[in-house]
């Protein structure tokens, strides 16, 4: 074998050894920067977002309640044309969903945007548990305030809207957490109690809570 024949087979061994090194870490650069990170949420998010619709499903005005523009650190009703299903953890879950998807305009959002709701279910005694993601308390704006609103909202959009609840855990990525973002104790329960609705509350009809 000729000179140049060597020095071009060693050429090609040299090339094949380089390629079966560095083309497996091509790759999977290459499949990381295709998987980033927002892709990899919105693909969880599209996985557990809860149904849009169930066959119970009936229009009816929900009574939502998202922040107050108007009076910070206040939570403001908003009566909202929706479909909300018959069964009472369907209802939750797309009460909820609402609540993070549809506030009326920035500054009412009580539940930061990347929040999904992974489950939300009921136990005896009208014990209503929504297990939220991590970004329920990532994304939380810092201070006491916003955690209170926040709770307060779930709280209050849920009893306004399902009959016969009393209670209400919330857990974070199917775990009890210590607090919300650092203030609101999560490892006991909520108190629920349907607020009186604007017109009542204007009749004095209604006993505050």
Same mark, same amino acid.
């Given at each position: 074998m000729g000179r140049r024949w060597k020095i071009a087979v060693l050429v090609l061994v040299v090339l094949v050894i380089a390629g079966a090194i560095y083309l497996p870490r091509l790759y999977h650069r290459a499949v990381g920067l295709e998987r980033n990170p927002t892709s990899e949420q919105a693909e969880r998010h599209a996985i557990i977002e809860p149904p849009v619709s169930t066959p119970s499903d009936v229009e009816t005005k929900a009574r939502m309640f998202w922040a107050s523009p108007a009076s910070p650190g206040k939570l403001q %009703? =908003?009566? /909202?044309?929706?479909k909300l299903s @018959?069964?009472? /953890? %369907?209802?939750?879950?797309?009460l909820i969903a609402a609540l993070i @998807?549809?506030?009326?305009?920035?500054?009412s959002?009580?539940?930061p945007a990347g929040t999904s709701l992974e489950?939300?279910?009921?136990l005896p005694g009208g014990v209503a548990v929504a297990d939220f993601s991590s970004e329920l308390s990532t994304e939380m704006p810092s201070g006491i305030q916003s955690e209170l609103l926040a709770v307060d909202s779930i709280s209050d959009t849920l009893a306004a809207n399902i009959p016969n609840l009393r209670r209400l855990k919330i857990l974070i990525? #199917?775990?009890? @957490?210590? =607090? $919300? @973002? #650092?203030?609101?104790?999560l490892t006991g329960y909520f108190? $629920?109690?349907?607020?009186p609705s604007a017109l009542s509350a204007a009749n004095g009809s209604a006993t505050p809570h």
């Amino acid at each position: 074998m000729g000179r140049r024949w060597k020095i071009a087979v060693l050429v090609l061994v040299v090339l094949v050894i380089a390629g079966a090194i560095y083309l497996p870490r091509l790759y999977h650069r290459a499949v990381g920067l295709e998987r980033n990170p927002t892709s990899e949420q919105a693909e969880r998010h599209a996985i557990i977002e809860p149904p849009v619709s169930t066959p119970s499903d009936v229009e009816t005005k929900a009574r939502m309640f998202w922040a107050s523009p108007a009076s910070p650190g206040k939570l403001q %009703e =908003t009566d /909202v044309e929706m479909k909300l299903s @018959a069964n009472p /953890v %369907e209802r939750g879950k797309q009460l909820i969903a609402a609540l993070i @998807a549809n506030p009326p305009s920035p500054e009412s959002r009580t539940l930061p945007a990347g929040t999904s709701l992974e489950e939300f279910y009921l136990l005896p005694g009208g014990v209503a548990v929504a297990d939220f993601s991590s970004e329920l308390s990532t994304e939380m704006p810092s201070g006491i305030q916003s955690e209170l609103l926040a709770v307060d909202s779930i709280s209050d959009t849920l009893a306004a809207n399902i009959p016969n609840l009393r209670r209400l855990k919330i857990l974070i990525d #199917g775990h009890e @957490a210590k =607090t $919300l @973002a #650092g203030h609101i104790d999560l490892t006991g329960y909520f108190r $629920l109690q349907a607020p009186p609705s604007a017109l009542s509350a204007a009749n004095g009809s209604a006993t505050p809570h």
